[in-house]
């Protein structure tokens, strides 16, 4: 069995009481009518946390590529820049000019996926204590965790290098400290090039999500099919 039309349409599985059955037959119908309905905020609820990357197959049409800039690494660290990238389209918003509440809610409000790389313990928990109630109640998939379940461990770039991603020779090698030296000269100095190359930084950062994401996405469906269906378990 591989989908859940298999799993309904058997009378009796293997290991599971016919109660048990029943149980999960009625809450596949709901998953099937939420899905239908595009409620991707109910899987998030039901959903396990490690499983959310299967998300990105039926809601990955609507996502948001996150990644934030920060003075520091603790949740008071003032972010600088964020970053949103919805799979074709950049936004950016910049502190003290529209690094807002508001105007987070107006770019996250409506998508139905977020994808972030350390984003469960970096990003998302910083934005939210910053910007109370800006992210929205969706699946939230940090690509950490799925690239890792790959044998794709560490830092954000030196990942994209493994697999053979390229960034711009002007951002190519930055890390999180350059990052926080830009702010600072565009913050008591007001170089501009410096707030635009931490701007490009950032950019990139999302951008790669994206890809990183499709690469997650597709192994870990192939490997759980060949698992599914060498075994007989449901998908």
């Excluded at 990955?60 to 970053?83: N, Q, W």
């Excluded at 409000?109 to 109630?133: H, K």
């Excluded at 030196?158 to 565009?186: F, N, P, Q, S």
Aim: aromatic share 8%.
């Amino acid at each position: 069995m591989l989908t859940w039309e298999d799993f309904e349409a058997e009378d009796r599985v293997k290991g599971i009481s016919e109660e048990s059955k029943s149980r999960m037959d009625r809450e596949l119908e709901v998953a099937a009518s939420r899905l239908e309905a595009r409620d991707s905020a109910y899987f998030a609820r039901t959903v396990s946390r490690r499983e959310h990357w299967r998300c990105l197959g039926e809601f990955g049409r609507s996502v948001a590529f996150v990644d934030i800039e920060t003075t520091g690494l603790s949740l008071r660290s003032p972010i600088t820049v964020l970053g949103i990238f919805d799979g074709s389209r950049m936004h950016t918003l910049v502190r003290g000019r529209d690094l807002n509440t508001h105007n987070i809610k107006a770019l996250l409000g409506s998508v139905e996926l977020i994808v972030t790389y350390n984003g469960a313990s970096f990003d998302i928990p910083i934005i939210e204590s910053q910007f109370e109630g800006a992210i929205p109640r969706v699946p939230h998939v940090d690509l950490r965790y799925p690239l890792r379940r790959l044998g794709l461990a560490g830092g954000l770039k030196r990942i994209e290098r493994e697999l053979g991603l390229e960034r711009d020779r002007r951002v190519e090698y930055m890390t999180g400290e350059d990052a926080v030296y830009l702010w600072r000269l565009w913050e008591r100095e007001g170089k501009r090039n410096a707030l635009d190359l931490l701007i490009e930084y950032n950019e990139a950062d999302c951008k790669n999500l994206k890809t990183l994401a499709k690469h997650a996405y597709g192994l870990l469906k192939r490997r759980t099919f060949e698992s599914a269906s060498s075994s007989g378990n449901v998908e």
